[in-house]
T-cell receptor
Framework: DTGVSQDPRHKITKRGQNVTFRCDPI?????LYWYRQTLGQGPEFLTY????????KSRLLSDRFSAERPKGSFSTLEIQRTEQGDSAMYLC??????????????FGPGTRLTVL | DAKTTQPPSMDCAEGRAANLPCNHS???????VYWYRQIHSQGPQYIIH???NNETNEMASLIITEDRKSSTLILPHATLRDTAVYYC??????????????FGQGTILTVHP
């Protein structure tokens, strides 16, 4: 257990439905990242927050995807109008960034999404 | 971030050292080499990182060549629980740096009894 939790662990949905995932980072960590991983591939970066500010989004994050981190604590990732191509493992990670800190990211167990 | 190249798979006997190579010939002067691993059905786990000097921690050792164009992760006494995908990543270290991790395909290490 890394201290990063994700909910739910598994989600099965039908094409066209909306889904929302939650990530609870390690409490003192100011950075939070979302990655997506498909079978046989390494994780791909989606977006990242420094406190509550979303500082970058990947081109992979289409308009159907939105992420928030209210109050700089937990984060949610919502996918609207899901498509079969959205089926993947969605990973959340957090880190403590600042002078003297290095980029050790702590990953949660992931949410596996299956779109039927 | 600089691109890395790793062999797709490697085998190792339990109790022996596992040496995992990584090429990163386009690494820039302020970029670090990080290693993460991912055991089946889990999120990636940090192992070790370095800039130019060799590093050692309780999990592994990292050997970086003098020209910094390649590195080797060494698991000194591999166990069955070290079977995983190992990712070599080049990125900024943190602080004011961005910190995004760019994962490649990694090396599937299989440790045999």
């Amino acid at each position: 257990d890394t201290g990063v939790s994700q909910d739910p662990r598994h989600k099965i949905t039908k094409r066209g439905q909306n889904v929302t995932f939650r990530c609870d980072p390690i409490s003192e960590h100011n950075r939070l990242y979302w990655y997506r991983q498909t079978l046989g591939q390494g994780p791909e970066f989606l977006t990242y927050f420094q406190n509550e500010a979303q500082l970058e989004k990947s081109r992979l994050l289409s308009d159907r995807f939105s992420a928030e981190r209210p109050k700089g604590s937990f984060s949610t990732l919502e996918i609207q109008r899901t498509e079969q191509g959205d089926s993947a493992m969605y990973l959340c990670a957090s880190s403590l960034a600042g002078l003297g800190q290095h980029n050790e990211q702590f990953f949660g167990p992931g949410t596996r999404l299956t779109v039927l | 971030d600089a691109k890395t190249t790793q062999p797709p798979s490697m085998d190792c006997a339990e109790g022996r050292a596992a040496n995992l190579p990584c090429n990163h010939s386009t690494i820039s002067g302020n970029e670090y080499v990080y290693w993460y691993r991912q055991i089946h059905s889990q999120g990636p786990q940090y192992i070790i990182h370095g800039l130019k000097n060799n590093e050692t921690n309780e999990m592994a050792s990292l050997i970086i060549t003098e020209d910094r164009k390649s590195s080797t992760l060494i698991l000194p006494h591999a166990t069955l629980r070290d079977t995983a995908v190992y990712y070599c990543i080049v990125t900024g270290a943190g602080g004011t740096s961005y910190g995004k991790l760019t994962f490649g395909q990694g090396t599937i290490l299989t440790v045999h009894p």
